[in-house]
Every structure is written in C-alpha cells, then in structure tokens.
C-alpha cells in the first residue's frame, strides 16, 4: 500500500485564490486598457476621412452582470456596424476589431499583472 500524500500549504492557496474575487485593480486597470481601444479607435475612423461624427459617438460602457468587472466599446450608430461588417453592397472596413486585436497582447499582460499582484498579496486570516 502506498502512502497517503501530504500536500502543504493548501489552506494558503485557498485563501489566495479567494482574494482574487476583489481584485480592487481590475476595473481601472480594465478600464484604462477599454479607453485606450476607443481612442485608438476614434483615431482610425478620423483617418478615413468624414467620420468624424461616428469617432464622437465610440464609447466605453460598462457591462452590466456577471461577478467581475467588464468593458465594452464600441457605438451605437449602425453606421459604425455596417462600416465594421459591411453589407451586401458595401465591403466592411473594420475599425473597431483590428484595433482590438493589435493591443489584446497588452490587455493581457495588464490583466495578469493583476492577478499576480493579487496572488502574491499576504493572505487575509
């Protein structure tokens, strides 16, 4: 018969991954990264030329529901869901998701930082 296996330190993880659920720094830090897309997004459609009024209306909102923080951006113009998706007789010219994509490896980073900085907090007894 083997012997039973003794893990250490397990109340300590388990206090630790309990903390995560207030991670005080993720909503700012989930926000300022949401701010960031809107404004590079706005920029993109500035640079398209006489969208200056569907840049004024990309907004960050942020969603309801669900225990963690959360961030949508984006407009509620349907011009800028026809611009972004195209139509039958318009080909789409993205804005909103290239500029998500070519920052989702900072957003990520941020985002780990975060929980790192949460795991690494001492433990509430």
Same mark, same amino acid.
């Given at each position: 018969m083997? &012997? &039973? !296996?003794e893990i250490? /330190?397990?109340d300590t993880l388990n206090?630790?991954? @309990?903390?995560? /659920?207030a991670m005080d720094g993720l909503? &700012?830090?989930l926000r @300022?990264?949401?701010d960031a897309v809107a404004s590079a997004a706005r920029e993109r459609l500035k640079e398209g030329g006489g969208r200056?009024?569907?840049?004024a209306s990309v907004e960050v909102t942020a969603a309801a529901g669900g225990s963690q923080p959360a961030f949508a951006v984006g407009t509620a113009a349907p011009a800028g869901f026809y611009l972004e998706f195209g139509t039958a007789k318009m080909r789409a010219r993205p804005w909103l998701v290239p500029i998500?994509?070519?920052?989702?490896? /900072? !957003?990520n980073h941020t985002v780990r930082k975060v929980i790192s900085a949460a795991m690494k907090a001492r433990p509430q007894a």
């Open positions: 083997k &012997p &039973p !296996i250490r /330190g397990l206090q630790r991954l @309990a903390s995560l /659920g909503a &700012p830090a @300022a990264e949401a200056d009024r569907l840049a998500l994509h070519a920052r989702l490896r /900072g !957003i």
